[in-house]
């Protein structure tokens, strides 16, 4: 079984830039769909970005040219680097991987953008 630990978050003024982390426990060369979703209070959760073991990337629109999905197969970790942050970036971020045929959550990582 897979645990997934984000990091990174936090709170941040509008315009500015965070990144998270998402460190799995096992070799992510094989996981091919590992993405970050955020939740923010009183709505569902939803994928922001996602990449596959080819490193093809795909970003939700409110987010497109903002954010950038990358992994580090070495460092069994993926990460969302956020740029040009807005008040409405606010949200608990997770981590969503698929491995062994179930998809997998991490904990979550709160990041707060002050207007």
């Known amino acids: 079984q897979v645990q997934l630990v984000e990091s990174g978050g936090g709170l941040v003024q509008a315009g500015g830039s965070l990144r998270l982390s998402c460190a799995a426990s096992?070799?992510?060369?094989?996981?091919?769909?590992m993405g970050w979703y955020r939740q923010a209070p009183g709505k569902q959760r939803a994928q922001v970005a996602a990449i596959t073991g080819g490193s093809t990337t795909n970003y939700a629109d409110s987010v497109k040219g903002r954010f950038t999905i990358s992994r580090d197969n070495a460092k069994n970790t993926v990460y969302l680097q956020m740029n040009s942050l807005k008040p409405e970036d606010t949200a608990v971020y997770y981590c969503?991987?698929?491995?062994?045929?179930?998809?997998?959550w991490g904990q979550g990582t709160q990041v707060t953008v002050s207007s």
């Open positions: 969503r991987v698929f491995y062994m045929g179930n998809y997998r």
């Open positions: 096992v070799s992510i060369f094989s996981i091919n769909y």
